[in-house]
Nanobody, 127 residues
Framework: QVQLVESGGGLVQAGGSLRVSCAAS????????VGWFRQAPGKEREFVAA????????AYADSVKGRFTISRDNAKNSVYLQMNSLKTEDTAVYYC????????????????????WGQGTQVTVSS
């Protein structure tokens, strides 16, 4: 089974940028589609972005489209989320998740489609 560890969260001012990382171990991340989700205080966890096995296909929530970019480096067994033009409403715990994928185009958007989750990293955007 693959294990996921997020890092790179922190405190940033509105309008700033931050990159969070998801490091995989145990199995090659190239076998998995990977997604980022977030959960703000008092709210349900929501989809942010997903990337297919080899990075050819991506999907984004409307709220982050044009500001966030998901990417992956399978050689480093890692997936990244570059967050630009951050807003206070982006404040949340960010989780990466992985699911085995037999296809190169799959970009799951539902929590139920993912079988492995990291512990999360806190991102706080101040005004």
């Amino acid at each position: 089974q693959v294990q996921l560890v997020e890092s790179g969260g922190g405190l940033v001012q509105a309008g700033g940028s931050l990159r969070v990382s998801c490091a995989a171990s145990g199995r090659p991340i190239s076998n998995f589609a990977v997604g980022w989700f977030r959960q703000a205080p008092g709210k349900e966890r929501e989809f942010v972005a997903a990337v297919s096995r080899i990075g050819s296909f991506t999907a984004y929530a409307d709220s982050v489209k044009g500001r966030f970019t998901i990417s992956r480096d399978n050689a480093k067994n890692s997936v990244y989320l570059q967050m630009n033009s951050l807003k206070t409403e982006d404040t949340a715990v960010y989780y990466c998740a992985a699911t085995p994928s037999d296809t190169i185009y799959r970009t799951p958007k539902k929590e139920s489609e993912y079988s492995v989750w990291g512990q999360g990293t806190q991102v706080t955007v101040s005004s």
